[in-house]
């Protein structure tokens, strides 16, 4: 499709992709983290349900382990039938589902190219972001409908951050560099937003390694911008953010009304 023919961000429809094909090494052995439970649901259906949730979203694009399509797909059927939906979908949410690659970057690039045409903004969204709430995704879309091509939620920090001099040993002691000034610091989340467009170009022309999207697009020069993040959009990724993540749930629980 040529760029006069694509849907402009203002009107189309929104797609994510859930890249969930990392292992969770720092998580510890046991099997991939997007398939831990919290819970008892695993991580992976805790994320589509939280971006299934906004209204604006269509289609999930979930991308696998590579040796795990099969299972994930059953597990998202598993868990969107009780809901009466045919197979394939979710509620009024489509999703897909698509092996991954060795970096993250490679399987949100997977993600994409199963990406059908009529989609002209694309969240990326983190499987291990479970608990996203439902505001942050709609506040996201509607920046990037509103005309900015990449949108980060970011939060300020509560730590001061060091640069250092990296030691060759872990736990070696490492020289301090420089202290940036804590108060134009902010740690970003996802889901991150974009045009569609501007994030094929990003995937297509920036080859380093980079740890989120909105860098890629950085990189071609065109601003990002953050929106306010959320505190429950935290990522799994150590053990204890598992207990942090099942004491969230258990306080939704009470809030709900028990
Ligand atoms: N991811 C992916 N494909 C990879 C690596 C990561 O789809 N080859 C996904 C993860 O499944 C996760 C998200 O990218 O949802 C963020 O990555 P991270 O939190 O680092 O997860 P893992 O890479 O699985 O964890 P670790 O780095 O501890 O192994
Ligand atoms: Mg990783």
């Given amino acids: 499709m040529s760029d ?10 929104v797609a994510a992709v859930i890249p969930a094909a990392g292992r969770g090494v720092r998580l510890g052995p046991g099997a ?10 695993p991580m992976l259906i805790h994320a589509v349900r939280a971006l299934a949730a906004s209204r604006h979203v269509s289609l999930v694009i979930v991308v696998a382990p590579s040796d795990g399509a099969a299972e994930v797909k059953s597990l998202l059927d598993a868990h969107a039938l009780p809901g009466g939906t045919p197979s394939g979908s979710w509620g009024s949410t489509d999703f897909l589902v698509v092996p991954g690659g060795d970096t993250r970057q490679e399987s949100v690039r997977l993600g994409l190219d199963a990406l059908p045409p009529e989609y002209g903004v694309v969240l990326v969204h983190d499987a291990a972001r479970p608990l996203v709430p439902v505001d942050t995704v709609d506040t996201v879309i509607e920046a990037v409908r509103a005309g900015a091509p990449a949108v980060v939620p970011a939060l300020p920090l509560a730590d001061t951050v060091k640069e250092v001099e990296p030691a060759a040993e ?6 301090v560099v420089a202290t940036p000034e804590r108060a134009r610091l902010r740690a970003v989340q996802t889901p991150q937003g974009f045009d569609r467009a501007t994030l094929v170009r990003a995937h297509e022309t920036v080859t380093d390694d980079v740890t989120d999207d909105a860098s890629m697009v950085e990189q071609l020069g065109l601003t990002v911008v953050t929106v306010p993040g959320h505190e429950e959009a935290f990522k799994v990724t150590r053990p204890l953010d598992l207990v942090l993540a099942e004491a969230v749930l258990a306080r939704r629980r009470l809030n709900d009304g028990f």
């Fill in 4 to 13: 006069e023919s694509r849907p402009s961000p203002a009107q189309t429809a």
């Fill in 32 to 41: 991939p983290k997007a398939l831990r439970a919290l819970n008892g649901t």
């Fill in 170 to 175: 872990a736990g070696d002691p490492e020289p």
